[in-house]
Nanobody, 124 residues
Framework: QVQLVESGGGVVQAGGSLRLSCAAS????????LGWFRQALGKEREFVAA????????HYADSVKGRFTISRDNAKSTVYLQMDSLKPEDTAVYYC?????????????????WGQGTQVTVSS
C-alpha cells in the first residue's frame, strides 16, 4: 500500500504561481511513476503531469506544457508540481497519484493510488 498526502493548494490571482507537494509513505518503492491529475467542478478528472522513477522523464498535458513543471525528490519520497502563469481555467482539485511504469497511462484507471486532493483556485 502507498499513502499519498498533498499540500500547497490555495487561492492565487491569474498569472501567479503555486507549488504543490505530495509526500508518499507506506511502500513508495512499489510504484515508480508519480503524477498529478485535476478535477474541476462538474468535469471529469484529467491528467496533468507525470514523472518516472529516475526523475529524468516527464510527461505533460498539452494544456499545461510550458507553464507547469513536475519534479521529484526520491530521498524524501515527494513529488512536486510547480505551477506558473496560472489561469482561471486551472481552478480545480488537484490529486497526486502513483502507478507503475508497466500500466502508466493518462487515464485515471491506469493509476493505483490516490491522495485526498488539494484545492487550487485561480481568480481573474
Amino acid at each position: 500500500q502507498v499513502q499519498l498526502v498533498e499540500s500547497g493548494g490555495g487561492v492565487v490571482q491569474a498569472g501567479g504561481s503555486l507549488r504543490l507537494s505530495c509526500a508518499a509513505s507506506g511502500r513508495p518503492s512499489s510504484v515508480d511513476v508519480l503524477g498529478w491529475f485535476r478535477q474541476a467542478l462538474g468535469k471529469e478528472r484529467e491528467f496533468v503531469a507525470a514523472i518516472d522513477g529516475s526523475g529524468r522523464s516527464a510527461h505533460y498535458a498539452d494544456s499545461v506544457k510550458g507553464r507547469f513543471t513536475i519534479s521529484r525528490d526520491n530521498a524524501k519520497s515527494t513529488v512536486y508540481l510547480q505551477m506558473d502563469s496560472l489561469k482561471p481555467e486551472d481552478t480545480a482539485v488537484y490529486y497526486c497519484a502513483a502507478t507503475t511504469l508497466e500500466v502508466f497511462g493518462t487515464n485515471p484507471g491506469d493509476w493505483y493510488y490516490w491522495g485526498q486532493g488539494t484545492q487550487v483556485t485561480v481568480s481573474s
